[in-house]
């Protein structure tokens, strides 16, 4: 119930924590059983008007349950307590009609393309991660270079590459056309060469920029500086005392390691 997340927030908020994440599975289906019924945008806006958390981030959630209010709500200034974090991590499986149809995915490719299309036009620092499932069975040439273009063609920031293992008493199991595992690791390494392409451009795009941190209470195991991450999950390191740990910090990025 809302009452109940708003005050585990505050306990949170009361021992020095600055930041919470809001999981679950169909995170963006929350509140339609609660009597009265409630939603992700409004539980999001008490949260907000609360105060007593700085940055609220989501964790993974579905394409169709993400809406334009809640893509709003990211675009907030920064600093603002309660604010949610301009990042979302939305699964896209297979860039494939063919295939989304197969695995019973509620939405087409293009209907995924508007929806990141709509997030970067609205807040367009948003670090956007994908998952993609490669290999499913009847992935053909064809429905993996769909999936590869989609990615490729829009402004997505760091995707995760799953293989497709057939696990006894799932459905796609006993599907026909299965894809060979030599296949399947071709077609990954590739995907995870494009995803280093889109993360590092991502990163890129901040050298030379201000950028608020929240420092971690650990220190990188390398260079032994300080981590710190943004709003929009760029890892940062910098060099500072103790002192600065769980605390916010205006930076300059430098450069790219």
Known sequence: PVDMVLNQIGRLGQLGYREVVLTGIHIGCYGADLNPSA??????????????????????????????????????????AGRLCPHF??????????????????????????????????????????????GF????????????????????????????????GTPAFSFKNQVPTAVIKQRCERMRRLGEQKRLAFYNRHVGERVTILVEESRDNVNGRLKGLTSNYVPVRVEGS???????????IQGLT
Request: charge should be negative.
């Open 39 to 80: 939603g992700l945008f409004d539980l999001l806006c008490r949260i907000r008007n609360a105060g007593s958390i700085d940055r609220v981030r989501l964790s993974s959630i579905e394409s169709k349950e993400l809406s334009d209010d809640i893509i709003s709500l990211a675009s907030m200034i920064e600093g603002d």
């Open 137 to 168: 069975p009847g992935e053909t040439d064809e429905a993996f270079e769909n999936t590869y273009e989609l990615i490729e063609s829009l402004p997505v920031t760091y995707f995760h590459v799953f293989p497709f293992s057939a696990r006894k």
């Open 89 to 134: 991590h939305i699964p896209l499986q297979s860039g494939d009609d063919g295939i989304l149809a197969r695995m019973h995915r509620p939405y087409t490719r293009d209907q995924f393309r508007n929806l990141v299309q709509r997030i970067a036009a609205r807040v367009p620092d948003a670090a956007i991660g994908v998952d993609a499932l490669i």
């Open 242 to 252: 103790d002192l600065l740990f769980n605390t916010f910090q205006e930076v300059m």
